[in-house]
């Protein structure tokens, strides 16, 4: 199963690796990554195969500390 990410992150040193840390240790694959950034702040589209509930991985990206929302935006 795959589903796709739209994370908004506030530009601070480490915010993008934290997340992907996150993912990673979650027991996701990394399938593709898409970033853009602005003076304030991050846009990441992110592609994700895994088997695990992509709902959870939503709930678990929002409790980080740089993290400004997360939306899934598909399932596949």
């Not at 240790?25 to 846009?43: E, F, H, K, M, P």
Request: proline share 1%.
């Amino acid at each position: 199963m795959s589903c796709s990410l739209v994370l908004a992150l506030d530009r601070a040193e480490g915010a993008l690796l934290r997340v992907l840390g996150t993912i990673e240790r979650r027991g996701w694959d990394v399938l593709a990554v898409n970033a853009a950034s602005d003076a304030q702040a991050y846009t990441v589209n992110l592609t994700l195969g895994g088997s695990r509930d992509p709902e959870i991985l939503c709930r678990q990206l929002q409790r980080l500390v740089d993290v400004q929302e997360v939306r899934l935006v598909g399932e596949a």
